[in-house]
């Protein structure tokens, strides 16, 4: 299965270790990150559980975000986000590849879930709770919205990823803003309420914001999956 | 009429945001409901906004569990509840994915610079990656070795509770598949190990492990051995807490051991600055 690396050379220690000789191997032309998601559908249609692992580990993290963003909970959450992939599997074969993504048709399914659920507890989703137990329904997130910008305290510092980061840094920070606080799970009026600014502007910002990060996230090479796509 | 259209479109799409969050009033959300039954171009936008927020929201990811119980569940399933359309027959790159045993998440992207193997990946992905390269390996059935000594195995169950404490091998000089992953806390000097797809050394050779400093430095951590099928499972010792060094690197060197690595690197990873890890959202260094 694995083929033998070469014999080490007597070179100087290096800090930095340099490239040996490459050791071709057949199984890198195969790997299951190379499977595109409609092929998973496919493998899943045909009953491979397998392909659903992979496209579990592939999404889920982003559909879990956005489910826990629209729940406000964590554990009800993790209860859809279990139903979203049962249901992708026992659905595999719905999935029209010329209608979108397949993350965009599993963002569909999280987000029915999702709205289903907060119809059923009758209530507005709480706003998601931080690990301090301070309910974010207070300005704990303004200080996500740093007066003094800087590579590790502005708004992009709540978002994970560096591609992400970077898109955002392209933002005017005025749109900034209004996604740090969007992405925290505040609704346009909350996010006007809490700048200070009019519901109108905030949308335009938001509009404005969401366009642009569609248009440049993939030059970022951010994960993302577009309708169009 | 257009114009009563379009005005209507736009603000549809200004509503989105709010409607995917569940945030409308139930007029407004029946009033986005029915126009997107009847607009590709917003559900687009729909589909936009939805993707948007979870990539944005700063949301830990979900526990390993839940990935198990949907397999179990999917397992468990009579025939009648699988999608089962076709007589199961592999096909195309999945086909190859599933005989050459590669079941594992996209690796992420090699082109970086700085310490030792580059610039530490985002934590997002670590973590991704890392519970995903975990769960890989127990999806294959792999149950690591019984340590002889039952502290052993709690250091080892105590490291790998924690998903944030995981940090992915995804970096060689070789164009090869071996994955792995190094679980540790930031103050301890235990790390323990997982690496899978190794290529086979020949018998005077074993892999030395070595730990990067930021000064470009290096210690061993000492030798392991692969098994037939390239795994390695190891609970091995800094020599200072783990939160002193950025990288790691296993390289193939003479049974003995090198006192400096002389081969290039098989596996390896970079790990994020402690300081900054501390956080789990991290802008990327301006350097």
């Given at each position: 299965m694995a083929s033998a690396v070469p014999e080490p050379r007597n070179s100087p220690p290096a800090a930095r270790i340099r490239v040996l000789e490459p050791v071709s191997r057949a199984a890198a032309d195969v790997s299951a990150d190379l499977v595109p998601d409609p092929e998973l559908i496919a493998a899943m249609v045909a009953g491979e559980p397998e392909a659903l692992g992979v496209l579990y580990d592939r999404h889920a993290n982003v559909v879990f975000a956005l489910l826990t963003r629209i729940l406000g909970d964590r554990e009800g959450a993790e209860?859809?986000?279990?139903?979203?992939?049962?249901?992708?599997?026992?659905?595999?074969?719905?999935?029209?590849?010329?209608?979108?993504?397949?993350?965009?048709?599993?963002?569909?399914?999280a987000h029915n879930l999702a709205l289903n659920e907060v119809r059923r507890r009758g209530r507005r989703p709480r706003i998601w709770r931080r690990a301090g137990g301070e309910e974010d329904g207070s300005d704990a997130y303004i200080a996500c919205i740093d007066p003094a910008p800087g590579p590790d305290s502005h708004a992009?510092?709540?978002v994970r990823d560096v591609g992400m980061a970077q898109a955002l840094e392209q933002l005017p920070r005025a749109q900034r803003d209004v996604l740090a606080l969007y992405a925290a799970g505040f609704s346009q009026s909350e996010?006007?309420?809490?700048?200070?600014?009019?519901?109108?502007?905030?949308?335009?910002?938001?509009?404005?914001?969401?366009c642009q990060l569609r248009e440049s996230l993939p030059a970022y090479g951010v994960d993302a999956e577009w309708p169009d796509d | 009429m257009q114009d009563v259209a379009l005005r209507d479109h736009l603000t549809i799409v200004a509503l989105l945001p709010d409607f995917v969050l569940?945030?409308?009033?139930?007029?407004?959300?029946?009033?986005?409901?029915?126009?997107l039954e009847a607009c590709p171009t917003c559900r687009g936008e729909l589909d936009n906004a939805l993707n948007l927020l979870g990539l944005l929201a700063d949301v830990p990811p979900p526990p390993l569990a839940v990935r198990e119980r949907i397999l179990q569940r999917v397992a468990a399933s009579d025939s009648s509840s699988a999608p089962r359309?076709?007589?199961?027959?592999?096909?195309?790159?999945w086909a190859r994915a599933i005989d050459a045993g590669t079941l594992l998440p996209p690796a992420p992207d090699r082109a970086r610079e700085g310490a030792p193997f580059g610039q530490p990946i985002s934590r997002r992905v670590l973590i991704a990656a890392s519970a995903a390269v975990f769960l890989a390996t127990a999806l294959v059935g792999w149950s690591y070795e019984q340590q002889g000594a039952m502290g052993?195995?709690?250091?080892?169950?105590?490291?790998?509770?924690?998903?944030?404490?995981?940090?992915?091998?995804?970096?060689?000089?070789?164009?090869?598949?071996?994955?792995g992953v190094v679980f540790a806390e930031p103050t301890g000097r235990d790390v323990y190990l997982i690496a899978n797809g190794l290529p086979a050394l020949p018998g005077n050779q074993r892999y030395q492990v070595w730990f990067f400093t930021t000064e470009d430095t290096q210690v061993s951590a000492g030798l392991v051995s692969a098994g037939a099928d390239g795994a390695v499972r190891a609970l091995l010792q800094t020599p200072a807490p783990f939160a002193d060094y950025v990288g790691v690197g296993l390289t193939a060197e003479p049974e003995s051991g090198s006192a400096a690595p002389t081969s290039g690197m098989v596996l390896g990873g970079s790990f994020p600055p402690i300081s900054a890890s501390a956080r789990i959202d991290r802008a990327p260094r301006s350097s």
């Open positions: 209860d859809l986000l279990q139903e979203v992939f049962l249901r992708a599997w026992q659905q595999a074969r719905t999935y029209d590849e010329a209608r979108g993504a397949v993350r965009c048709w599993l963002n569909g399914i992009c510092s709540r996010i006007a309420a809490k700048l200070g600014e009019p519901l109108g502007t905030v949308k335009s910002r938001m509009r404005r914001a969401l | 569940g945030k409308l009033d139930e007029t407004s959300q029946r009033r986005v409901t029915r126009h359309a076709i007589p199961s027959r592999r096909a195309g790159r052993q195995e709690q250091r080892i169950s105590a490291l790998m509770s924690d998903p944030r404490a995981a940090y992915p091998l995804d970096d060689s000089d070789l164009p090869i598949t071996a994955s």
